[in-house]
């Protein structure tokens, strides 16, 4: 199968959002309202980038009843996808929502283990989508039994085939991931703060801190910042975008919403502003809907002249 962009999800959940009037922790939550969406950061880059039309496929691990109930879903929107079924069984993500502070509370379970000979399988399924992929991007936790370097184990393979690689991932995995030099990463601060061991406070200090990946080989850094929005670098250029104002619903898929404009600007050639407002936009329209629900390609349309890609010149 051909496809311009493979997304790889490990770890894939089916996420359950609950909505409570207002959480109240030890005491009884009455639910308002439930959905249940495909999850998982790869399988939500995914979504996103099918709804703007651009040739993509899902693969990674999956198991079970869950599994076969989150690959209906895909398929029920039209999401290409070719995963390799392990034993166990899917995890169920907890997302609550509490409407009078509008903030979402998440509980992740740890996944199903996997067994070395899953992994080989994986990455001979890997392998073959790569043949024609120009994009690659690894998003999202490991499941037990699979090592904390295989994003650097899959750049390198992605790098050795002309493949570009956006990464989006936390703790080890990331690390690691690093190392092997993919195209472009997208921490948000706390995981920024990690990788680089500087400080993150100010504006200075980001940039400075998203130098540091950059000279470790990278082309794009793209740091997140929830409601703040984000700071883009390339070796040229930084520009910092705003979201515009929203009443927030499910932050869920936010940042996965950006990486996938990130990669739509990017295999359409945009610039970098245009590629950050348009990522800042995603990820803002994505976190004024309910659940693991994200933007489309019209509605990014629609918005996003209501952000703007502000240049922001390092201090020497
Ligand atoms: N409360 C918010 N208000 C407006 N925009 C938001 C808000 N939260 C997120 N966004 C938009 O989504 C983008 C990505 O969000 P965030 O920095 O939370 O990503 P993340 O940490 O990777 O999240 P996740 O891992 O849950 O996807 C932000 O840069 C911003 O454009
Ligand atoms: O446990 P991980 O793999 O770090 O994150 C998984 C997850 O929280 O990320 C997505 C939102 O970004 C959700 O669809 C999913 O439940």
Redesign the pocket.
């Known amino acids: 199968m051909k496809s311009t962009v493979v997304t790889v999800t490990l770890?894939p959940?089916l996420?359950k959002t609950v909505t409570v009037p207002a959480l109240e922790v030890g005491g009884l939550n009455r639910v308002r309202q439930v959905r249940i969406d495909p999850?998982?950061?790869g399988i939500?880059v995914a979504k996103v980038l099918h709804g703007f039309d651009v040739d993509v496929l899902a693969t990674g691990l999956i198991a079970g009843g869950y599994g076969e109930r989150l690959l209906a879903q895909l398929d029920r929107q039209g999401v290409p996808h070719s995963f390799v079924r392990v034993p166990g069984e899917t995890r169920t993500?907890l997302k609550v929502y509490s409407e009078s502070d509008q903030v979402t509370t998440?509980i992740?379970e740890n996944g199903f283990d996997v067994q070395p000979q899953s992994v080989l399988e994986f990455l001979n399924v890997l392998e073959e989508l790569l043949s024609e992929a120009s994009y690659l991007v690894l998003a999202?936790?490991l499941p037990k039994g699979v090592s904390s370097d295989i994003y650097g184990q899959l750049v390198e393979l992605a790098n050795s085939k002309g493949v570009r690689t956006i990464l989006d991932a936390?703790g080890d995995a990331l690390k690691k991931g690093l190392e092997a030099r993919p195209y472009a990463v997208k921490p948000n601060l706390f995981e920024l703060q990690q990788l680089t061991g500087q400080g993150v406070e100010t504006l200075d200090e980001i940039i400075s801190a998203g130098q540091t990946l950059l000279a470790r080989g990278l082309s794009l850094v793209v740091v997140s910042m929830g409601g703040d929005g984000a700071v883009f670098l390339n070796k040229e250029e930084t520009y910092q975008v705003k979201p515009f104002p929203i009443t927030p619903q499910s932050t869920?898929?936010a940042?996965?919403s950006m990486v996938a404009a990130l990669v739509h600007g990017l295999v359409t050639g945009k610039s970098l502003p245009e590629l950050a407002e348009w990522a800042t936009t995603a990820g803002t329209v994505t976190a004024s809907k309910r659940g693991?629900q994200v933007c489309t390609a019209e509605e990014v349309q629609n918005e996003v002249h209501r952000v703007t890609a502000k240049k922001l010149v390092p201090k020497a």
């Open positions: 770890n959940a996420d999850g998982g950061k939500n993500n998440e992740n999202g936790s936390d869920v898929g940042g996965d693991t």
